[in-house]
């Protein structure tokens, strides 16, 4: 079993910053890729980002492309993703999942970890 743990959320105006992070622990051996989703009120779930353990190889959905920068620490198990130019549709609970295999999928039934969630307030 694994735990993520995710922090960082919180309030911030129209076009600031905020970094989450998200901190695995258990048999993070058996993590492959880690990823960021995001369900805004009265919509599904989405992909933000994702990226692979070993190799870095990362992949975005195109409405962060040039806004939001995901990056782990390896020897941390933590997986972190910069947001910047915030903006009042990024408002949303951010989770962080984890997948033991070596990809880097969109589809969020992918994934076998999940966190409990951060909440992201954008205000205009």
């Known amino acids: 079993q694994v735990d993520l743990v995710e922090s960082g959320g919180g309030l911030v105006q129209a076009g600031g910053s905020l970094r989450l992070s998200c901190v695995a622990s258990?048999?993070?051996?058996?993590?492959?890729?880690m990823g960021w989703f995001r369900r805004a009120p009265g919509k599904e779930r989405e992909f933000v980002a994702a990226?692979?353990?070993?190799?870095?190889?990362?992949r975005y959905a195109d409405s962060v492309k040039g806004r939001f920068t995901i990056s782990r620490d390896y020897a941390q198990n933590t997986a972190y993703l910069q947001m910047d130019s915030l903006k009042p549709e990024d408002t949303a609970v951010y989770y962080c999942?984890?997948?033991?295999?070596?990809?880097?999928?969109?589809?969020?039934?992918?994934?076998?970890?999940w966190g409990q969630g951060t909440q992201v307030t954008v205000s205009s």
């Open positions: 990226i692979l353990k070993y190799s870095g190889a990362t």
């Open positions: 258990g048999r993070t051996l058996t993590v492959s890729a």
């Open positions: 999942a984890g997948i033991r295999e070596s990809k880097i999928p969109a589809d969020d039934g992918a994934y076998d970890y």
